[in-house]
């Protein structure tokens, strides 16, 4: 399983995919969320920055001190994309888990 240390700059980059083709995000709204494993709840809303919608290319960002705030746990992340007439498509969920930095 992927681990991420909490408080520590979190940063994603990835293309978004419809099948194996990238997603021209033009028209569409990007969000993405990071739950709990336990109980599912909400644990931050990622920044979404699009890097070049015309290939899909998105980032997902957290500051350190938001990441400071995390669980000690798994977690669950999940990309969801919103076109103009209101059709949502969601990527697969990731999943990984938060640990602790050794050196404070």
Not at 21 to 31: H, I, K, N, S
Not at 60 to 87: C, F, H, Q, R
Request: aromatic share 8%.
């Amino acid at each position: 399983m992927r681990t991420f240390k909490r408080g520590q700059t979190f940063s994603w980059a990835g293309t978004v995919k419809n099948g194996a083709d990238p997603l021209p995000l033009g028209d569409w709204q990007v969000a993405a969320d990071l739950r709990s494993a336990i109980g599912f709840s909400l644990v931050q809303h990622l920044s979404v920055t699009v890097l070049d919608a015309a290939t899909g290319k998105i980032r997902l960002s957290a500051l350190p001190a938001e990441t400071v705030k995390w669980p000690v746990s798994e977690v669950y992340l999940d990309i969801k994309m919103t076109d103009a007439g209101g059709n949502v498509v969601s990527s697969p969920t990731q999943c990984f888990a938060v640990i602790e930095r050794v050196t404070q």
